[in-house]
């Protein structure tokens, strides 16, 4: 099973910008895909981004599209998930998660995911 740890959340007014990290170790793989989750007080988790570690596709939530970007260093086992133009509505816990995967898109449900990170709070403000 791959750790992961989670960086870079905190409290931006709307309209700002912020870069969570995703530091891998342990066993990682080719075949893993990593996703970025977020969950809202009161709300279910819902899936954010994806990416596969093997050719870099990529998949997002509607609502994020255009406004946010994963992508992977696979020298240094890192997944980042670059937010701009934040709103309100964006303030959740982030996670980070991987699973071994073989289909083209990472999985956008949570159970395709068996590692998980502790998380990191976004705020933003209005």
């Known amino acids: 099973q791959v750790q992961l740890e989670e960086s870079g959340g905190g409290l931006v007014q709307a309209g700002g910008s912020l870069r969570l990290s995703c530091g891998t170790s342990?066993?990682?793989?080719?075949?893993?895909?990593m996703g970025w989750f977020r969950q809202a007080p009161g709300k279910e988790r819902e899936f954010v981004a994806g990416?596969?570690?093997?050719?870099?596709?990529?998949n997002y939530l509607d609502s994020v599209k255009g406004r946010f970007t994963i992508s992977r260093d696979r020298d240094k086992k890192t997944v980042y998930l670059q937010m701009n133009n934040l709103t309100p509505e964006d303030t959740a816990v982030y996670y980070c998660?991987?699973?071994?995967?073989?289909?083209?898109?990472?999985?956008?449900?949570?159970?395709?995911?068996?590692?998980w990170g502790q998380g990191t709070q976004v705020t933003v403000s209005s």
């Open positions: 990416i596969k570690w093997r050719n870099g596709n990529t």
């Open positions: 998660a991987a699973g071994i995967n073989t289909n083209i898109y990472a999985p956008r449900d949570a159970t395709g995911y068996d590692s």
């Open positions: 342990g066993r990682t793989s080719l075949q893993y895909a």
